[in-house]
């Protein structure tokens, strides 16, 4: 079955401090992963995408095949970054996770 | 840019009314979808489109249908409006790469209470 999985409905952190959100994926074939973010009263948002391997507003993510992940980290996290991040997975449709909000405190 | 772009923001209707939630795209885009989006559950696929006058069920189109007349326009159509079915809806579109949709550009949004 195609699926995407984000454990951590809440995530919070320190400004300063890392973040990492967490997804997993299951897709029988080679997969290709976003993610997307959600700003306050903001339309939903393309933030990367794994095939282009660059750097988004200091976020990163790595796909690994073994343990079939995508994680999203940032090594200091801003105020800024709070928002809705969700994970989804390309098919013939976007196959989204059910989120994590990031809360970051001054 | 890519806009894509939702009738309207804020609606109120009673159950049972036929509800019509329209999104527009000006990038030729091939494929289209309608998702709704509730806490804790996030993004649901309704309805998609690949062309003009398809369609096919997303994950939960119960309740739903979908109009595709023209290729910039995709219409969401709730028959009879329950209360379940307060939520916020997006419209999204993209283009169709080797059978697969490609990044996908979203509305505004359409946060919709019906009492």
């Known amino acids: 079955a195609q699926r995407v999985t984000q454990p951590e409905k809440l995530l919070s952190v320190f400004k300063g401090a890392p973040v990492e959100l967490k997804c997993n994926y299951s897709?029988?074939?080679?997969?290709?992963l976003f993610w997307y973010v959600q700003y306050s009263r903001q339309r939903l948002q393309l933030l990367l995408r794994?095939?282009s391997r660059e750097s988004i507003k200091g976020f990163t993510a790595d796909l690994n095949k073994g343990e079939t992940s995508f994680h999203l980290k940032k090594p200091f996290a801003q105020e800024e970054d709070s928002a809705m991040y969700y994970c989804?997975?390309?098919?013939?449709?976007?196959?989204f996770g059910t989120g994590t909000r990031l809360q970051v405190f001054p | 840019d890519v806009k894509v772009t939702q009738s309207s923001r804020y609606l109120v209707k009673r159950t049972g009314e036929k509800v019509f939630l329209e999104c527009v795209q000006d990038?030729?885009?091939?494929?289209m979808f309608w998702y709704r989006q509730d806490p804790g559950l996030g993004l649901r696929l309704i309805y998609f489109?690949?062309?003009?006058?398809?369609?096919e069920k997303g994950d939960i189109p119960e309740g739903y249908s979908v109009s595709r007349e023209k290729k910039e326009r995709f219409s969401l159509i709730l028959e009879s409006a329950s209360t379940n079915q307060t939520s916020m809806y997006l419209c999204?579109?993209?283009?169709?790469?080797?059978?697969?949709?490609?990044?996908?550009?979203f509305g505004p949004g359409t946060r919709l209470t019906v009492l």
């Open positions: 999204a579109s993209s283009f169709r790469e080797g059978g697969r949709t490609d990044t996908q550009y």
């Open positions: 897709y029988s074939g080679s997969p290709e």
């Open positions: 794994h095939i």
């Open positions: 989804a997975l390309i098919t013939d449709k976007l196959i």
């Open positions: 990038m030729d885009h091939e494929n």
């Open positions: 489109s690949y062309d003009v006058k398809m369609k």
